[in-house]
């Protein structure tokens, strides 16, 4: 995603509208609640209210609850005494400890156990928690903002999130429009990530040719801003010249061009090619194409089987 220090993108009404909104916000206290699809930049939003506040000086940490098993994901948060556990050989403090007066986000919070939903519940409602295994009550006084792509009105229908901690954490919302819903930011996005992907890989004057301008608007990006930048980073990679051309983006996005390619393309022909130019950009490091992607290490080897990409 763009640099955290760098502005919001903001040519776009949708997104004027958001950047508004989080101004607003920033000079606040409140427990804050970011939604929106996967790459929308919900992070991204999430620091630039850090640094236009009043906190803005004190710590930023992000704890992501969905890719840790729920006893780290209460260890980080809280902390933990030692003992406290098997492998809880000495006293460890928490997120919530460490921010002091900063701002922790707690990027899908939807994946958070029910146990741990009860706990930040009683953080939001009294400032105050214990250390896993311990005794002594700490106060807290760090800004807490919450980020999700689900739906979670919905999973409070299904009983699988807490209706108390839905409404505490709602009070503040800030839905992020998908890319596809703010098309007016596209190029000036994809300017803003050119530019700074030309000097991570050293394509000093790289540049965009008119059909690859053209074709970026006429894509969907279902994989929002963050699909853009991966294609973006591709290009830069495989071009032979400065002046990038739409054979170097990956067939995807190329499909959106042709009037009746983008229409015809399935979901999974879609990502089949998403996935195998992640891979070939980053010459096979699972890792890093798990990373790139949004997904797990066991996912991306469980779908690169399912669509034979070896």
């Known amino acids: 995603m763009i640099e955290a220090r760098m502005a919001w993108i903001a040519e776009d009404p949708a997104s004027r509208a ?60 809280f902390g933990h005494e030692r003992g406290a556990f098997t492998g809880a050989v000495e006293r460890k403090l928490g997120r919530l400890e460490m921010a002091d007066a900063g ?88 300017n803003a990530l050119l530019e700074r992907g030309a000097r991570v890989h050293g394509r000093k004057g790289a540049a965009f040719s008119d059909a690859v301008r053209k074709m970026l608007t006429l894509y969907s990006w279902p994989g929002n801003v963050r699909e853009l930048r991966n294609a973006i980073e591709r290009a830069l990679v495989f071009s032979a010249g400065t002046s990038l051309i739409p054979e ?22 879609m990502e089949r090619d998403t996935i195998r130019a992640t891979l070939e950009a980053t010459r096979y490091k699972i890792g890093k194409s798990a990373q790139i992607l949004g997904i797990s290490r066991k996912t991306l080897l469980d779908k690169r089987k399912k669509y034979g990409l070896n």
């Open 103 to 190: 701002t922790i986000v707690l990027d899908e919070i939807a994946a958070l156990s029910p146990a741990t939903q009860s706990k930040l519940l009683r953080v939001l409602e009294e400032r105050q928690f214990e250390r896993l295994g311990g005794t002594e009550t700490i106060t807290i006084s760090a800004r807490l903002i919450a980020l999700t792509n689900a739906d979670l009105a919905r999973l409070v229908s299904d009983g699988q999130f807490r209706e108390d901690l839905f409404f505490r954490l709602s009070v503040l919302t800030i839905p992020v429009p998908a890319l596809r819903a703010r098309s007016a930011d596209i190029l000036p996005l994809a």
């Open 248 to 269: 170097d983006f990956p067939e995807s996005v190329r499909a959106a061009d042709s009037e009746l390619g983008g229409a015809l393309r399935s979901l999974n022909d």
């Open 18 to 77: 958001v950047l508004d909104l989080a101004r607003k916000v920033a000079e606040t206290s409140t427990t804050l609640l970011i939604t929106g699809e996967s790459g929308t930049g919900k992070d991204h939003l999430a620091r630039l209210i850090h640094e236009l506040g009043p906190r803005r000086d004190a710590p930023f940490l992000k704890i992501d609850c969905a890719s840790l098993p729920q006893e780290l994901v209460e260890s980080e948060l």
